[in-house]
């Protein structure tokens, strides 16, 4: 990925009266939470993914710096244009291209439109299959660890 490309057009991003750099980390926040938009999607990988939430709960390990919506997420950031890595569990039965596909347009679409960084590719490792009788465990472990922020922030 090039970090600046000469002759551009320019980018939301600078103007005549200043730059405004956008950092990794939320990037990559961003990127995850767009990807999870889809339906289907355990990003981090499912078993995995529960596991080290549920470690993290149980150490009170810090959820700042949005550990938890970058899970599974590797971006790399220049000043104009950000690539992306994905890795997640798709649930079975559900046609992994098309999920892919899905998460690909969605992070693009948000990150473009959100940030103002132009996307140059998103990889995605699709590293696990879900069972779908896992997920209501899952979910039920996304809302412990949902109710320890909330906890944390009043902190």
Known sequence: MSEQSSGSQGTPLKSDKGNTFVSTSVVSQIAGIAAQEI???QMGGGASAAVGGFL???TGGST??????????SAEVGEEEAAIDLTMA?????????ITEAARRNVINRVESLVGLRVT????????VQIPEERPMLEQQGEVERQAREQEARA
């Open 64 to 73: 700042s710096g949005g550990g938890n919506f970058a899970k599974g997420v």
């Open 121 to 128: 590719e998103v990889n995605i490792t699709v590293n696990d």
């Open 39 to 41: 339906e289907k999607v």
């Open 90 to 98: 798709i649930e079975y039965g559900q046609s992994i291209p098309q």
């Open 56 to 58: 993290q709960s149980v």
